[in-house]
C-alpha cells in the first residue's frame, strides 16, 4: 500500500528512511507548537484552543501535501503571518481576532480559486521582482521590531516615538540568552537550536517564578473557544481588502519559494527543471489555510524547516505524512506549551526575521525605478507595524515610479489592478 501511494522505490527510499525525515522535520518545526499559542493569546485568543488548533492544522496540512501532492514538504501556521495577525490586525487596527479568522479564510477561498483555476503561476509570474523582494525584506524588518518590543528592548512612548526600554529586563535578558543559544547553536553546526533556546528561557521563567508547569501530558484542551467563531462577514469590510491580500500574497510567495527550495535541496525537480504537481502543493496549502480559520489559528503555509527532513533522507510524502502524524500525536502535550513564556518568543521572531533579510542582497541597487519601491515597501511595515500597509505602498510607488521615469511599458495589468485597488482602499478606510 506505501509503495503504491508514495512510489518509494523510484524514489530511491525506504519505509526507514522516510521516518526519519519526517521526525527530523517534526522536530526542526515543533518550536511552531509553543510559540504560536503564545503571540496568538496576545490577541485575546483562548492559549489552549489555539494550541489545539495548530495541531489540528498542522496535521492536516501534512497529511494533504503527503497523500495529494507526494511531497516530503511540512505545514504548519506560519511564523510571519501569526504576528501580523496579532500585532497589527488585532492590536494595531482594533479589529476582532473573529474578523481577522475571517480574512484567513477569504484568502484560503481565493487561494483555491487560484489552484482550480491554474492562476497562482501566472500570478507568481506577473508579480515584479522587487515588489517580492521588498515585502520579504519588510516583513523581516517588521518581523524584527515586534521582537524587540516583545523583548522591551524598544517600547513606544506617550508622543508615539521608539525609545530605548530597560535592558536588564527579565524579557531583554531572556532575549540575549535566546539569541546566543540559536546562534551559537546555528554557527556550531547543532540542530535544534530554536527547541534549546525555548526550552532554556522556560525553564529559567520556571525557576524564577515567572512561568509554572503542573504535568507533562494530559488531554487535549477544549477548543470551542475557537472552533468556527471566525467572522467572515466582518471581513468583508472594504478597509481590510489589504488585510487579506496580504495573508493571500504572503502565504502564495512564502510557500512556492519553500516548495522550490526543499525540491531543489531533495533533488525533485524533474529533467526541465520543473516542479511536477505544483497545484497540488499549493492546492494542499490552501485547504489548510481554510482549515486553520475553522479550528481558530492564522495562515498555514509550508515551511522551509522541510529541508532538514529531507536531509536526512526523506524524498516522499509518506515523510509529510509521518511529520503530520507527530502533530496530532502533540495534541496531549499542552501543559508544556502552556509553560512556555512570551519571552522565549523574542529571540526566535528576531532570528526569523534575519533570514528573511537576506533578501537585501538581491536587490538592483544601481536601478533606482527598482530600488526605491523595495526600500519603501520595506520601511513602511515595520513603521506602521503593518504588512498590509508595505504592500500597498509598495504597489502604489511602483507603478508611479515606472510611469514617472517612463518606463510604463514595464507595468502589466495585474500590477496596476492591485495598486488601484489599494489605493481605493486607503481612500474608503
Not at 524524498?315 to 512556555?340: D, E, K, M, N, Y
Request: hydrophobic share 55%; glycine share 10%.
Amino acid at each position: 500500500m506505501l509503495e503504491k501511494l508514495f512510489q518509494l522505490t523510484s524514489h530511491k527510499t525506504s519505509l526507514q528512511q522516510e521516518f526519519v525525515g519526517g521526525i527530523t522535520t517534526f522536530f526542526s518545526m515543533a518550536y511552531i507548537l509553543f510559540i504560536n499559542p503564545v503571540i496568538l493569546e496576545n490577541a485575546g485568543m483562548d492559549k489552549g484552543a489555539v494550541f489545539v488548533a495548530t495541531c489540528l492544522a498542522a496535521t492536516l496540512g501534512c497529511l494533504m501535501m503527503g497523500l495529494l501532492a507526494n511531497y516530503p514538504i511540512a505545514l504548519a501556521p506560519s511564523m510571519g503571518l501569526n504576528v501580523f495577525f496579532t500585532y497589527t490586525v488585532v492590536l494595531e487596527m482594533g479589529y476582532s481576532w473573529q474578523v481577522a479568522l475571517g480574512g484567513v479564510f477569504i484568502s484560503g477561498v481565493v487561494f483555491v480559486a487560484f489552484s482550480l483555476l491554474y492562476w497562482r503561476a501566472k500570478i507568481i509570474d506577473l508579480i515584479p521582482e522587487p515588489l517580492r523582494q521588498g515585502i520579504a525584506i519588510g516583513i523581516g524588518f517588521f518581523m524584527a521590531v515586534i521582537a524587540l518590543k516583545i523583548a522591551g528592548i524598544v517600547i513606544i512612548n506617550d508622543d508615539n516615538h521608539l525609545s530605548m526600554g530597560n535592558l536588564f529586563s527579565f524579557p531583554a535578558l531572556m532575549w540575549g540568552l535566546g539569541m546566543m543559544i540559536i546562534v551559537g547553536c546555528a554557527a556550531r553546526g547543532i540542530r535544534g537550536g530554536i527547541l534549546i533556546s525555548i526550552l532554556t528561557v522556560t525553564i529559567i521563567a520556571i525557576f524564577m517564578g515567572n512561568s509554572t508547569i503542573d504535568a507533562i501530558v494530559s488531554l487535549p484542551p477544549n477548543m470551542t473557544a475557537t472552533y468556527l467563531q471566525l467572522d467572515i462577514q466582518g471581513a468583508l469590510d472594504i478597509s481590510l481588502i489589504s488585510v487579506v491580500f496580504a495573508f493571500l500574497f504572503v502565504d502564495l510567495f512564502d510557500t512556492s519559494t519553500s516548495l522550490v527550495s526543499v525540491a531543489k535541496r531533495g533533488g525533485l525537480l524533474n529533467t526541465a527543471g520543473r516542479f511536477p504537481r505544483f497545484g497540488r502543493a499549493l492546492f494542499s496549502d490552501a485547504i489548510a489555510t481554510i482549515a486553520s480559520a475553522l479550528f481558530g489559528t492564522s495562515t498555514t503555509t509550508a515551511y522551509i524547516e522541510s529541508t532538514a527532513g529531507v536531509a536526512a533522507g526523506g524524498r516522499t510524502g509518506l515523510t509529510s505524512v509521518i511529520t503530520g502524524l507527530c502533530f496530532l500525536l502533540a495534541i496531549f502535550f499542552f501543559p508544556l506549551s502552556q509553560a512556555v513564556p512570551l519571552a522565549a518568543a523574542s529571540s526566535l521572531i528576531f532570528y526569523i526575521a534575519t533570514l528573511m533579510l537576506a533578501n537585501l542582497i538581491n536587490v538592483e541597487w544601481e536601478d533606482l525605478t527598482e530600488a526605491i519601491p523595495v526600500v519603501i515597501t520595506a520601511l513602511v511595515m515595520p513603521l506602521t507595524l503593518s504588512i498590509a500597509n508595505g504592500i500597498a505602498f509598495g504597489f502604489i510607488s511602483y507603478c508611479a515610479i515606472k510611469i514617472a521615469a517612463g518606463r510604463y511599458h514595464q507595468l502589466n495589468l495585474l500590477v496596476l489592478a492591485i495598486a488601484i485597488l489599494f489605493g481605493v482602499s486607503f481612500y474608503f478606510g
